[in-house]
């Protein structure tokens, strides 16, 4: 853009003209409102929703149809026969066919003005106000954040797939006001406008030439008034129920099998072209068929608890989406073929994509039962059962002695149970974290206030395990010896491994507990097996038994 007040090219805004269509809906954005102000120019953005019945009217001037600050609701009247006054009301503010796609919102000085955008906009696409950025925001299949509209006090853009979605499904044109003003020294005499007016299939335009008497500082003016419309594309185009558009490319192949000479065979995870034991799609696989993937598939999950959470038999993304697993299996995660499909978004289809293998083994005996024999079942993975046992524990005990073993995790750990696992990776920092984890539970949440007040003498020094171990003894636990040394050596390899440096020390207690050489997921087994064991030792002597606390 040239800015040199002396060339004519700037003073008729040849510029503005010639480049107008190409920044339209410039990289899936456009411009609904703009204000900027200097010495030399003045130039505005701002738009409007426009029925069919009004658009002839709209195309007919250049002049804006609607101005920064109108289109609120309000009540008019009219005087029919007789006199008599009628009252309407207009949720836009009048009955020209033409709405505020933009509020601009003012106070006049008693609170700070605002814009926002049309609110039938906002609740037709959910979207949510994040008051920090300044924008409003939808979400993925997976929650993830999408920036849809960013506003500020003196520029707002919109995502251009979210504004014709709208269009289609409202059916409504969307103009966009274009003013420009430019101050200039050139002389009049030395314009020669050959155009003052044009009109393309979006744009129309009229610009104005004149003397500037508005000060002694500059000699001419030139106002350029331009109006872009954006007719609405069909209904049909909305991709929202009941338009929204099956496309099979969204349906990730996954391997179901291997032929005779080793090759992988793979099909569609789309539902509806699989079969199933009631006679559809008879030459397909079944629904059902097995996938398998490596473990490692959940480390995703894993490590963003806030989104996704890893059941026992299930996997879920917040309120938007839950997918059955087989996470019972000793080697893999295995899922049902039509599963895939019917739950997993396309993005999260890609991402179990890269960890399909060749089907090997067999699914668990649990989701066998589940599925197909319609049995309430258990898991015999170990670290689903240690979820169940802690939990059941926790709850027995209180419910018997009225007060709790364990504390309730803080809100910021809530997580911990949740992604407690063996190790899907081979990575020590996973078993790091894992055996922090298993310490948190069991050691770390000992309700030592509780435990105390059941002593009868303790030294003030005392820590957890030792309040326990005094504890233990004074009601005679016969499993005493077994538990405190696991605890102790828990807290040992989280001391030495996870919450400091490792040296050899560590080295020292991976020998003296035989992990040395042991592969992280047969550690954390171990460990849990371990603490498995010790709830079930203290289940039977203080809640399975008539003891009295």
């Known amino acids: 853009m040239t800015t040199d007040p002396l060339s004519a090219d700037y003073l008729l805004q040849t510029d503005i003209i010639k480049n107008i269509e190409a920044h339209i809906m410039q990289k899936g954005w456009q411009v609904l409102f703009s204000e900027k102000e200097t010495q030399l120019d003045r130039f505005y953005v701002w738009c409007a929703l426009v029925e069919d019945r009004a658009l002839a009217s709209c195309l007919k001037n250049n002049s804006w149809d ?78 993830y954040p999408v920036d849809v509209v960013q506003l500020s006090d003196t520029h ?143 480390s995703k999950y894993y490590a963003e608890s806030d989104r996704y959470r890893v059941s026992d038999g299930l996997i879920s993304c917040l309120n938007l989406w839950t997918c059955r697993i087989d996470n019972d299996n000793p080697s893999h995660i295995v899922v049902f073929l039509g599963d895939l499909g019917r739950d997993l978004p396309y993005n999260e289809q890609l991402h179990w994509k890269q960890y399909n293998v060749s089907p090997d083994g067999e699914l668990s005996q649990t989701s066998i039962r589940r599925n197909f024999d319609a049995e309430f079942t258990d898991p015999i993975s170990i670290d689903l059962v240690f979820r169940n046992e802690y939990t059941r524990f926790i709850n027995d005990w209180k419910t018997k002695h009225g007060w709790s073993f364990y504390l309730p995790l803080h809100e910021n750990d809530q997580y911990i149970l949740d992604i407690l696992r063996i190790p899907v990776t081979h990575s020590p920092e996973e078993l790091d974290t894992q055996v922090l984890y298993l310490t948190k539970l069991l050691v770390d949440s000992l309700n030592e206030e509780n435990i105390t007040a059941k002593l009868n003498n303790i030294s003030p020094d005392s820590k957890g395990i030792t309040k326990l171990d005094l504890f233990l003894t004074q009601h005679s636990f016969g499993d005493k010896k077994d538990v405190i040394q696991f605890l102790r050596n828990l807290n040992e390899l989280r001391s030495t491994g996870s919450a400091h440096r490792k040296g050899s020390k560590y080295q020292k207690v991976l020998t003296q507990q035989s992990f040395v050489g042991k592969k992280p997921s047969e550690v954390m087994e171990h460990l849990l097996n371990n603490a498995i064991s010790c709830i079930h030792s203290l289940r039977k002597h203080f809640i399975d038994a008539h003891i009295t606390l």
């Open 156 to 298: 707002i853009k919109a995502h251009v797939k979210y504004v014709r979605k709208y269009q289609a499904a409202t059916q409504q044109h969307l103009v966009v006001y274009i003013e420009s003003l430019r101050y200039s020294n050139v002389q009049l005499t030395e314009i020669a406008e050959d155009i003052k007016s044009d009109a393309t299939k979006i744009v129309k335009w009229k610009r104005y030439i004149r003397e500037d008497d508005s000060s002694d500082e500059y000699k001419t003016c030139s106002q350029l008034m331009m109006k872009v419309v954006f007719h609405p594309p069909a209904m049909k185009q909305v991709d929202i129920w009941p338009f929204e558009k099956v496309n099979e490319s969204q349906y990730v192949h996954y391997i179901i099998g291997i032929t005779d000479d080793g090759e992988s065979i793979e099909y569609t995870s789309n539902p509806d072209k699989l079969g199933d034991y009631f006679g559809k799609n008879p030459d397909a696989p079944n629904y059902v068929t097995p996938v398998y993937f490596r473990k490692a598939v959940l």
């Open 66 to 143: 609607l101005l920064i600050g109108n289109g609120r609701p309000g009540i008019t009247q009219s005087f029919a026969d007789k006199g008599k006054t009628t009252s309407t009301y207009h949720p836009y503010g009048d009955n020209s066919g033409v709405r505020a796609f933009v509020h601009a919102r003012d106070f006049h000085g008693a609170f700070p003005k605002y814009f926002e955008m049309n609110e039938e906009f906002r609740l037709f696409h959910n979207l949510a106000y994040d008051e920090s950025q300044k924008k409003l925001i939808d979400f993925d299949t997976s929650g």
